[in-house]
Antibody
Framework: QVQLVESGGGVVQPGGSLRLSCAASGFSFSSYAMHWVRQAPGQGLEWVAV????????YYPDSVKGRFTISRDNSKNKVYLQMYTLRVEDTAVYYC???????????WGRGTLVTVSS | EIVMTQSPATLSVSPGERATLSCRAS??????LAWYQQKPGQAPRLLIYATSTRATGIPARFSGSGSGTEFTLTISSLQSEDSAVYYCLQYNNWPPWTFGHGTKVDIK
């Protein structure tokens, strides 16, 4: 079954850290770039990070650059998002998404909720 | 960064009628435009990629058109299950990938 399953969300205080995980199954994980996309409560979608199929290239938007790190372990079929110095505005559902090879997202997980609050 | 603007913000359509959703890019994205459907409490689902190609399993009542900076998603005969928020995504110039703010489709 082709799927992505996120985990690791929770409540964290401002300035804190959290690591999200995404487990992939049903496709050749090591052949595809992987993304994280987030959605603040009642808001739209915001792309957060991408890692290339081999883990050698990573990109971030300015809103998280220097605070978030994306990585992957192809031996475990997992992608991670390490988040540091979290802010209230980082509160969102974080989705893991598979790249199609042509740079749009063709498979999404169900998401994991991150709440940054004191 | 390419800014994507969707209109209208909300669309109310009767079952069986046509729904037309618009997406405008601040600069050309050629044909690298995708559409996603998101129902409450669910992850987004890919509907259309490359402006007009339906994803696997997507009904033929969904169609996409446009090029450059102006794009349209059309639902030819709205069904009750089509009530959702629809987002466009440009993947021509990245990073960053950028989404529109969404159009909510309500059933009258």
């Amino acid at each position: 079954q082709v799927q992505l399953v996120e985990s690791g969300g929770g409540v964290v205080q401002p300035g804190g850290s959290l690591r999200l995980s995404c487990a992939a199954s049903g496709f050749s994980f090591s052949s595809y770039a992987m993304h994280w996309v987030r959605q603040a409560p009642g808001q739209g979608l915001e792309w957060v990070a991408v890692v290339s199929f081999d883990g050698n290239q990573r990109y971030y938007p300015d809103s998280v650059k220097g605070r978030f790190t994306i990585s992957r372990d192809n031996s475990k079929n997992k992608v991670y998002l390490q988040m540091y110095t979290l802010r209230v505005e980082d509160t969102a559902v974080y989705y893991c998404a598979k790249d199609s090879v042509n740079w749009y997202f063709d498979l999404w997980g169900r998401g994991t909720l991150v709440t940054v609050s004191s | 960064e390419i800014v994507m603007t969707q209109s209208p913000a909300t669309l109310s359509v009767s079952p069986g009628e046509r729904a037309t959703l618009s997406c405008r890019a601040s600069q050309s994205v050629t044909s690298n435009l995708a559409w996603y459907q998101q129902k409450p409490g669910q992850a987004p689902r890919l509907l259309i990629y490359a402006t007009s190609t339906r994803a696997t399993g997507i009904p033929a009542r969904f169609s996409g058109s446009g090029s450059g900076t102006e794009f349209t998603l059309t639902i030819s005969s709205l069904q009750s299950e089509d009530s959702a928020v629809y987002y466009c995504l440009q993947y021509n110039n990245w990073p960053p990938w950028t989404f529109g703010h969404g159009t909510k489709v309500d059933i009258k």
